[in-house]
């Protein structure tokens, strides 16, 4: 039995070779790393730190847990119309693994490669499983949270729900066909950050942010840094299909508040809506902001409706 890798060996032999892509003077093996930063636009940072049994399922399949952790702090950068450059990663782990890690680097590497984002520094240390990564891109032109205004109409970019109605499915809680399975695997660990989307809208939009802890959470924090109301018409939700195969009449509420599903929320002046629908995206008008408290009323078929959940809460 060979003797388990250390921390040096963990970078050397797991994620040392990772491709070093745009502005990377010197990667992975230094001190720190040597970034060239463009010379034109922003910088767009995040980090999101991922802990086993509460963001995913210990015994979940190595490659599918770094996916998920490297797309949902995408997802961030393209809430902000930035497109990736490099990332960091820590690490901590209950015990080194060989066979685990090797799986876990394939499926961050590979979704590194997929989206054009380089590795370049981290550390490893032992503690209970949680992944936590840093994003950095570069943007010209901002989707920020603060721009909405009375008026404007509310647009999530794709259906809801589906990462939510798959989440029972994952914990085990719920047994379904291996067709199915395949479905709440990607709907949960595959998320699609909308850098398409919100590069085609980055010229129109008022105000954006990615859906991740519910869409009625979330349009929250835009209606508080807006200092606007919003009016969500329920019937108008794009539900997913997989939420309504996995959730049937709890479909709804899960797309209004379950979270995980990595869309845009979106808000646009009326005067530049006619601009929007003519870029043809599958974005769909789900209400109206007005002047208010930063309250999200919600109304189902013209009637008052209280949501189950708001959202995800982290404490």
């Known amino acids: 039995m060979g003797t388990a890798p250390g921390e040096f060996e963990i970078i050397r032999d797991f994620f040392a070779s990772a ?163 395949q479905q709440v695997e990607r709907a949960y660990y595959f998320p699609e950050p909308q850098f398409a989307t919100a590069a085609a809208i980055s010229e129109l939009a008022s105000s954006a942010l990615d859906i991740s802890d519910g869409l009625l959470a979330d349009l929250a924090h835009i209606c508080k840094s807006s200092q606007v109301s919003a009016d969500i018409h329920l019937e108008r939700l794009p539900v997913a299909p997989l939420a309504q195969t996995l959730a049937g009449e709890r479909a709804l509420a899960m797309a209004a508040g379950g979270g995980d599903d990595y869309q845009l929320c979106f808000t646009v002046p009326q005067e530049k809506v006619e601009a929007l629908e003519k870029l043809d995206l599958p974005a769909t008008a789900i209400g109206t902001l007005a002047s208010g408290d930063a309250q999200v009323c919600c109304w189902k078929n013209g009637k008052p409706w209280r949501a189950p959940s708001m959202g995800y809460r982290h404490f």
């Open 19 to 181: 491709p070093q892509g745009e502005g990377v003077t010197l990667g992975i093996g230094d001190d720190c790393a040597l970034l060239q930063v463009p010379a034109e636009g922003q910088l767009a940072t995040s980090m999101d730190t991922l802990v086993a049994g509460r963001h995913f399922p210990a015994d979940a399949d190595p490659s599918a847990i770094a996916a998920r952790a490297l797309r949902v702090n995408l997802s961030d950068l393209a809430a902000m119309n930035a497109r990736p450059l490099w990332f960091t990663l820590a690490l901590t782990l209950p015990h080194s693994d060989a066979a685990w890690l090797q799986k876990f680097a394939s499926g961050l590497l590979q979704t590194a490669a997929q989206f054009g984002i380089s590795l370049v520094g981290g550390d490893t240390t032992a503690g209970p499983l949680s992944i936590t990564i840093q994003v950095i891109g570069q943007t010209s032109r901002a989707l920020r949270r603060d721009g909405a205004g009375p008026g404007d109409s509310v647009y999530v970019s794709g259906p809801l729900g589906a990462a939510a109605a798959a989440l029972p499915v994952i914990l085990g809680e719920q047994k379904v066909l291996d067709a199915t399975r």
